[in-house]
């Protein structure tokens, strides 16, 4: 087992003469990661408040036993009840779950409270990145040749399949890699297994992937990753964040002062996360939908002469140079003398994922891992294995040549403009019909016109918010249908011989279902009823 040491200290401030790390924590919260940084924290001498709104009484058995662990294993100042403000009293840092909401009461005015008493807020994430800087620090006084490698990704969707296949990528090249975050384990859980299975440094993971989510990355100030992306941003959290510009700039602290930045560059609200100054300063690799113009740069190829195939493609200066990520100069223009060549890596329609938004995240976890140094061969061949992630743009079943496909993850207007895009085709036309709606938490719900008028032959409208999006839809066929149940049934009855039946709410999923897996369960089971009616079902 390893120990590292001054876990808490910041990373620029460590060596400072007189410099003292702070050592009393408040956690905030007894989610997975207000769990994972209470343990942290004792795993590391602190002392630890641990405070929650919540009667104990309204714990789940699981919260239950992690709280008789964290007991077990020294937490003796636990708080139950309203805050107040006699809780910071010997108070250096709130360790704040990412489920609490700073713009929300109670916790707005703890903040506030907190803030004037000169307290600290951290995200498990800065615990994280605190304890990795520690751990680089334990390398170089031990003379190891041991370098951790993070990578960070965000964005409103596709984190958690570009996560999950940066992590398969990885591994692919014959690293040693640990998959954390928003995901799931939280980060600090992971470190501490790590840390309990290792004898020696060498033995920790080389690659660290990390999915960050906004709430995570509010309170983080230290993360400096090897490469992060943002791979979209779309409304969504508003109700979290207080407004798109605090969910903006939320985002953009996934990159640190040297992290390699790779950004989506058909997004214009990615690439107006960094100024023109830091755009000249800093690594930056873009993906995109279009074919790329830059040294090291990735996209989409479309071959008219071999049929219509799209290739994912890599911007090179010469065939037989793999170049690493470049910095950009004010100037975006490739200098006359190194033309460049794409090398077609792969077919999209060879990935096993399904859409041009997974092609773009395919490209977004090549990027990531190439800025990691790993060889392009064996990261190719990961990609064609990667299978995809359950309820995110998932074919469930074929039912009377039906296909019917579950994205019940698609809880944001993004998300299901996505799942649009890319399932349609303006070769076959409209044959998709949709079922949204849920809670959708105060979005904007017109951007699923554009898309919807080109795909979708029909809409049915489940849950709270079915009314205003069929008030989006403009000229879009809407049936308010009310359950998932009756909208399944509905979409099944007007579907014709290759058709699709997609299930992308666009929505949360808490007024009617415990969660969106619950969700795409009730989903699933009436499909598998539907197959029940018809010979020659195809799973």
């Known amino acids: 087992m390893l120990t590292l040491e001054n876990t808490f200290a910041n990373p620029s401030s460590v060596a400072d003469l007189g410099y003292e790390a702070p050592h009393r924590f408040l956690i905030l919260g007894l989610g997975e990661s207000g769990i994972a940084m209470a343990k942290w924290c004792l795993r590391n001498g602190a002392a630890v408040r641990l405070v929650d709104t919540r009667d104990r009484s309204k714990f789940s058995e699981h919260q239950l036993a992690s709280l008789a662990e964290l007991e077990f294993a020294g937490l003796k100042d636990v708080q139950f009840g309203p805050l107040n403000d006699q809780l910071l009293n010997d108070i250096d840092v709130i360790g704040i779950s990412p489920g609490l909401s700073p713009f929300q009461e109670p916790t707005e005015s703890f903040l506030i409270a907190a803030r004037k008493s000169r307290v600290d807020v951290w995200s498990e994430i800065?615990?994280?990145?605190?304890?990795?800087?520690?751990?680089?620090?334990?390398?170089?006084?031990?003379?190891?040749?041991?370098?951790?490698?993070?990578?960070?990704?965000?964005?409103?969707?596709?984190?958690?399949?570009?996560?999950?296949?940066?992590?398969q990528l990885c591994e692919r090249a014959g690293k040693k890699v640990a998959v954390a975050g928003n995901i799931s384990p939280a980060a600090l859980d992971k470190l501490m297994t790590c840390l309990d299975s290792a004898d020696q440094i060498e033995d920790m993971p080389d690659v660290w992937v990390l999915e960050l989510s906004s709430f995570q990355l509010v309170y983080t100030y230290s993360l400096n990753a090897t490469a992060a992306t943002v791979l979209n941003i779309t409304q969504d959290h508003l109700d979290w964040h207080g407004d798109m510009s605090a969910y903006v700039e939320a985002k953009s602290k996934i990159f640190g002062s040297e992290t390699i930045c790779v950004l989506n560059r058909d997004d214009p609200l990615v690439m107006g996360l960094l100024s023109d100054e830091q755009k000249a300063e800093k690594a930056i690799v873009t993906f995109g939908s279009n074919r790329p113009d830059e040294q090291g740069a990735f996209g989409i190829e479309h071959d008219l002469r071999a049929g219509g195939i799209d290739w994912l493609v890599w911007a090179e200066v010469d065939e037989d140079l793999e170049p690493k990520p470049k910095r950009r100069r004010k100037s975006m223009a490739i200098e006359e003398d190194e033309p460049l060549r794409l090398k077609r890596l792969i077919p999209a329609d060879a990935l096993r994922i399904r859409g041009r938004h997974n092609a773009l995240n395919a490209?977004?976890?090549?990027?990531?891992?190439?800025?990691?140094?790993?060889?392009?061969?064996?990261?190719?061949?990961?990609?064609?294995?990667?299978?995809?992630?359950?309820?995110?743009?998932?074919?469930?079943?074929?039912?009377?040549?039906v296909e019917y496909v579950d994205d019940s993850k698609g809880t944001n207007v993004g998300a299901t403009v996505a799942a649009l895009n890319g399932l349609g085709s303006n070769e076959s036309g409209k044959r998709i019909w949709l079922i949204a709606g849920g809670d959708g938490k105060g979005q904007d719900f017109s951007p699923l016109r554009e898309p919807a008028l080109r795909f979708v032959k029909g809409v049915f409208l489940i849950g709270k918010d079915g009314e205003k999006i069929?008030?989006?839809?403009?000229?879009?066929?809407?049936?308010?249908?009310?359950?998932?149940?009756?909208?399944?049934?509905?979409?099944?009855?007007?579907?014709?011989?290759?058709?699709?039946?997609?299930?992308?709410?666009?929505?949360?999923?808490?007024?009617?279902?415990?969660?969106?897996?619950?969700?795409?369960?009730?989903?699933?089971?009436?499909?598998?009823?539907?197959?029940?009616?018809?010979?020659?079902?195809?799973?």
Not at 148 to 154: K, N
Not at 373 to 400: C, F, K, T
């Open 470 to 539: 069929a008030e989006s839809m403009g000229d879009v066929p809407c049936v308010i249908s009310g359950t998932l149940s009756a909208a399944v049934q509905a979409a099944a009855s007007k579907a014709v011989s290759g058709d699709l039946v997609l299930l992308s709410p666009a929505c949360a999923s808490l007024d009617q279902f415990r969660d969106y897996k619950e969700r795409a369960q009730v989903f699933v089971a009436e499909v598998e009823e539907l197959g029940m009616r018809f010979e020659g079902v195809q799973a």
């Open 363 to 401: 490209l977004a976890a090549l990027a990531l891992a190439r800025a990691a140094g790993l060889p392009m061969n064996a990261l190719l061949h990961g990609l064609r294995d990667y299978h995809g992630e359950p309820h995110r743009v998932q074919s469930i079943a074929i039912v009377n040549d």
């Open 126 to 167: 800065e615990f994280f990145a605190r304890a990795v800087d520690a751990l680089t620090r334990m390398s170089a006084t031990k003379e190891s040749v041991y370098n951790s490698t993070v990578l960070a990704i965000t964005g409103t969707n596709g984190k958690t399949t570009t996560t999950a296949l940066t992590g």
